[in-house]
Structure formats: structure tokens, C-alpha cells
Nanobody
């Protein structure tokens, strides 16, 4: 089963940027849609961005215009560029297929605070 390792999180001030990476232990080319999810304390995990193998993307309204998802199948990696970060973006971020196709990784913590 493919394992996923998320990285790139950290603490940033409101308005700042971060780039998250998700490295897969195996091929993701067979997974048509890959997504980034996030889970804030006390909340359910939510899907925030999706990218298909043909480059189609979709975003939650809360991140539209600020986040950009991309994928590199040759490197088995999915990225999430996050700009204009807000305190409400604070969460643990995960990647997986959309719908989820494998066990969840550990995620990477993103904290937006002044």
C-alpha cells in the first residue's frame, strides 16, 4: 500500500505563505484524483483542494484564490502552495486520494498566528 509523507508545515504570520509537499512511497499516477485535506482541532477532516491526472483542479470556497495544488507524477509528489494565509487556515494538513485511497500519513501542522 502506498505510504504518504507530508512536510513543509510551520508557523507563519497572517498574510504569509507556505508550500506543502506530499511524497508517496509508490506511484501515484494510477490515482486519478489527489487531494489535500485539513483537520483543525474539534473539527472533521475537510477536503480543501483536488487535482486530477489531466490537470483539473477544484478548491474549497474557503481557500479559492489563495491555494494552488499541483502534482508531479514522475516524482510521486503532490504540492500545495498556500498564500495569504489566515488564522482560520490553522490545521493539520494531509494528502490522499480523492476519495481517500490509502492509509493516512502523519500530516504536517500549519499554524497561522501573529
Amino acid at each position: 500500500q502506498v505510504q504518504l509523507v507530508e512536510s513543509g508545515g510551520g508557523m507563519v504570520q497572517p498574510g504569509g505563505s507556505l508550500r506543502l509537499s506530499c511524497a508517496a512511497s509508490g506511484s501515484i499516477s494510477s490515482i486519478y484524483a489527489m487531494g489535500w485535506y485539513r483537520q483543525a482541532p474539534g473539527n472533521q477532516r475537510e477536503l480543501v483542494a483536488v487535482i486530477t491526472n489531466d490537470g483539473g483542479t477544484n478548491y474549497a470556497d474557503s481557500v479559492k484564490g489563495r491555494f494552488t495544488i499541483s502534482r508531479n507524477n514522475a516524482k510521486n509528489t503532490v504540492y500545495l502552495q498556500m498564500n495569504s494565509l489566515k488564522p482560520e487556515d490553522t490545521a493539520v494538513y494531509y494528502c490522499n486520494g480523492s476519495p481517500p485511497r490509502t492509509i493516512w500519513g502523519q500530516g504536517t501542522q500549519v499554524t497561522v498566528s501573529s
